[in-house]
């Protein structure tokens, strides 16, 4: 079973940025959809971005393309999401979550994810 440990989230100005990290043990499969959810008090959890670990294949919500960005590196086992330009519409806990090959990166109910980190808060003030 992939356990998921994600982290990096703190409290910036708006415009600032912040790297999350969620490194990835115990895994089984050969690749993965990774990728990041955010839920903010109030509202309803929401897809932030994904990306297959084994083509790179890549989804942003509307709201972040242009500023955030997927990657993953392999020797690391470690999936980043570079978040850049921060808003505080950014604010929420952010949680890294993966499900195994077959997946898409698209959000869907099909293929959702199947295992998540614990979540890292996202704090972005003026």
């Known amino acids: 079973q992939v356990q998921l440990q994600d982290s990096g989230g703190g409290s910036v100005q708006a415009g600032g940025s912040l790297r999350l990290s969620c490194e990835v043990s115990?895994?089984?499969?050969?690749?993965?959809?990774m990728g990041w959810y955010r839920q903010a008090p109030g509202k309803q959890r929401e897809g932030v971005a994904a990306?297959?670990?084994?083509?790179?294949?890549?989804w942003y919500a509307d709201s972040v393309k242009g500023r955030f960005t997927i990657a993953h590196d392999k020797a690391k086992k470690t999936v980043f999401l570079q978040m850049n330009n921060l808003k505080l519409e950014d604010t929420a806990m952010y949680y890294c979550a993966a499900r195994a090959s077959p997946c898409t990166v698209v959000p869907s109910r099909t293929y959702a994810p199947t295992v998540w980190g614990q979540g890292t808060q996202v704090t972005v003030s003026s």
């Open positions: 115990e895994y089984t499969s050969s690749s993965y959809c």
């Open positions: 990306i297959h670990t084994y083509d790179g294949d890549t």
